[in-house]
T-cell receptor
């Protein structure tokens, strides 16, 4: 019930291509779905987030698509750049006041020049 | 790193020794969290705090304890370190509000238990 399943584990994309990372969840009480980006040796940093009342959110080259009925959400990186090479984590926040996040296992993205 | 520091940044210790990691924030956020990051597991919550002296367990709390005597400091203690606790530890903070569910992460502490 509390898991967030993320795929693929790793991804290689050519510069200018589209990177797509998928996540699925079971708990319908989740009410906030962030994506974090992490560079080697650094802490994760919030990239973009969505709430279940919208189906898509776009910020620059980054888009979250959210499918509430399928309990799935995905990150799309358009025009992928070598600087986007990083590990990406999806997460979901359960109901309640503690802001606890459940994280996916991460996707290592390599964008080749 | 959103006004969050972690100390030490790197530590090597031996099995059976106590270890304390410190997280310090300058944001006056109410919520603080300790995670561990391991390959194939992502980030897993160890303990969290929702106020001074108010703490609770996360999903991987065995072998760890925490304390929060001031808003700005959240300590993670390994009473008797084991090799399975070799990991990268991240502290995070958040301030819940209608539009503020974001957690901000510190730079991490790499702990090696020999």
């Amino acid at each position: 019930q509390q898991q967030v399943k993320q795929s693929p584990q790793s991804l290689i994309v050519q510069k200018g291509g589209i990177s797509i990372i998928n996540c699925a969840y079971e708990n319908t009480a989740f009410d906030y779905f962030p994506w974090y980006q992490q560079f080697p040796g650094k802490g994760p940093a919030l990239l973009i987030a969505i709430r279940p009342d919208v189906s898509e959110k776009k910020e620059g080259r980054f888009t979250i698509s959210f499918n509430k009925s399928a309990k799935q959400f995905s990150l799309h990186i358009m025009d992928s750049q070598p600087g986007d090479s990083a590990t990406y984590f999806c997460a979901a926040k359960g109901g309640g006041a503690t802001n606890k996040l459940i994280f996916g296992t991460g996707t290592l993205l390599a964008v080749q020049p | 790193d959103a006004g969050i520091t972690q100390s030490p940044r790197h530590k090597v210790t031996e099995t059976g020794t106590p270890v304390t990691l410190r997280c310090h924030q300058t944001e006056n956020h109410r919520y603080m969290y300790w995670y561990r990051q391991d390959p194939g597991h992502g980030l897993r919550l160890i303990h969290y705090s929702y106020g001074v002296k108010d703490t609770d367990k996360g999903e991987v709390s065995d072998g760890y304890s925490v304390s929060r005597s001031k808003t700005e400091d959240f300590l993670l203690t390994l009473e008797s370190a084991t090799s399975s606790q070799t990991s990268v530890y991240f502290c995070a903070i958040s301030e819940r509000g209608s539009n503020t569910d974001t957690q901000y992460f510190g730079p991490g502490t790499r702990l090696t238990v020999l």
